[in-house]
């Protein structure tokens, strides 16, 4: 098979080659890799930002990637073989895994959150933005907990964790602000912000109290950058998440970190929502396999609205 192959750390060591064919363990399925993102994360290993995060016994050429998106070729002891032939969604955390998905065929537990039976209708490109930014924004609305008709801020909402928020948000009932640019106020609106806090309008807790005066009841930060100036939105006695860092708390406000980690159910809705139109998938730019190392290089060049998408043809399978 064919996969990106990290032998050192920089995205100058990024390369691509030959690897041995996973196969199947008893509960697995091999899926024949179309499409795979390449996530933040992915980037701070590839410069070695995380690579603490790394247990020993994962050794390089490293391959990156936590999204996948292509068809099931092969099942494991104990896998319905029916699925073979069915187009699925894969998540790995490939820094316990110890592998990641940008590779041409990949092996993945069919339970336990990891993967996703996907319908036609959506393309590869589209479905391998799904899992992993889908997954930290499922889990933050989980956190938040809101009830239709309260109000949350988004901060970050044009970006891709950001967008699943607000559309999960919004599907829930729920009143979301969206804090972003200017220059993205009618995307957001068209991903269903009933108002915009533009963060050339200055500080980001009066911005919002000029639309919410006692303050919002609740804020998702998904930047790198805002820290405490986000707990200025909320109202006392509200709830601040972020898939960052998180800030100390103040006012009775309750702050939580979250984690994008594998969840069947909530997977599973995530793929069924965006082959149905009912998520935004929008891709940047897509990249043949082999580009790998400019893939990084475009995606580290950012930001872009949507994701770039490493894709794989099906002859790298073979």
Known sequence: MRAVLLGNWGIDNIGVGEAADPAPEPGEVLIATEAATVNPADLGMVTGQFASFLPESITAPYTPGWDLAGRIVAVGDGVDPSVVGSRAVGFSNWVEAGHGTQASLVALPLGGGSVALAKDGLASAQLTTVSLNGLTAWAAIRELSLEPGQTLVVAGAAGSVGGFALELAAAGGVRVIAAVSERDRDYVIELGAYAVAAREDGDIGS?????????????????????????????????????????????????????????????????????????????????????????????????????IVLTFSTADGS
């Not at 930060?221 to 986000?230: E, K, Q, R, Y």
């Not at 100390?248 to 309750?254: A, C, F, S, V, W």
């Not at 809705?269 to 009912?278: C, K, N, P, S």
């Open 207 to 307: 911005t919002v109290r000029k639309i919410v005066p006692g303050g919002a009841d609740a804020l998702f930060d998904t930047t790198t950058s805002l820290g405490s100036a986000g707990l200025g939105a909320v109202r006392d006695g509200g709830v601040h998440v972020t898939s960052t860092t998180s800030p100390e708390p103040e006012r009775g406000i309750r702050a939580t970190k979250i984690y994008g980690l594998p969840d069947g159910d909530a997977l599973q809705r995530l793929v069924d929502m965006a082959t149905a139109g009912q998520l935004h998938t929008p891709v940047a730019r897509e990249f043949p396999a082999d580009e790998a190392r400019a893939a990084y290089q475009e995606f580290a060049s950012g930001p872009h609205r949507g994701r």
